[in-house]
């Protein structure tokens, strides 16, 4: 690959990221309080309205995971037990599976990324563990005879009282996890590749 061409492909990263920062900071907002603030309400073309349509998007997509996870003990006649966790389990698995992936073959910036995708994944199970005492918040989510999984799983092992507890305190490991992952991405694109330092570890050299 020629020199224009790594310099692109840097360009290219750079704006990427630099895209992704207010979703990374809109997210770190995204708890029940302000699921609740919006409930039922229409989106509008505003900041909080396109950050929760992109969010939304990329959610359908992490939901088809969590519930292929609930298919496959369906299909194996699996316990409730086993049915209700491994939503959860796939919905955090795959991604921990990509950062595995692609750090194996030193890809920083995609193991990163990886690291963000599983940082929004607790986010939201954090949210869904949040209202696991009231089940039927938001019966659209549910629908139809499912079972809120954190309020089996928390009654399974009789910590459904303390569910805003461990809902907040996934919270901040995920927000924490989210920014240091974000944090790590720019300084790799913006300063340990700038040419000035490349310049610098040359000289040492």
Not at 3 to 18: F, Q, S, Y
Not at 115 to 120: D, K, T, V
Not at 122 to 132: D, E, K, T
Not at 168 to 190: C, D, E, P, T
Request: charged letters at 10%; one cysteine or more; hydrophobic letters at 50%.
């Amino acid at each position: 690959m020629d020199l224009e061409n790594i310099k692109a492909k840097d360009m290219g990263t750079k704006v990427a990221l630099l895209l992704l920062m207010p979703y990374i900071f809109w997210l770190s907002k995204y708890n029940d309080t302000y699921v609740a603030s919006i409930h039922n309400k229409a989106i509008h073309l505003n900041f909080d309205g396109v950050m929760l349509s992109f969010h939304n998007l990329l959610s359908q997509a992490n939901m088809w995971i969590h519930e292929s996870g609930h298919g496959i003990c369906y299909i194996l006649c699996s316990s409730q037990f086993w049915t209700a966790l491994n939503g959860t389990l796939f919905q955090l698995g795959l991604p921990l599976i990509f950062i595995f992936y692609y750090y194996r073959r030193h890809n920083r910036v995609l193991s990163a990324l990886g690291w963000i995708w599983l940082a929004q994944n607790l986010i939201y199970v954090a949210w869904y563990m949040s209202y696991a005492q009231d089940p039927n918040r938001y019966p659209f989510f549910l629908g139809g005879d499912a079972i809120h999984d954190f309020w089996y799983l928390f009654g399974y092992f009789g910590v459904l009282e303390y569910a805003g507890l461990i809902a907040g305190l996934v919270r901040v490991v995920a927000v924490m996890m989210l920014l240091v992952s974000y944090s790590y991405l720019l300084y790799i694109a913006f300063i340990q590749n700038s040419p000035k330092r490349r310049g610098a570890l040359y000289r040492r050299s």
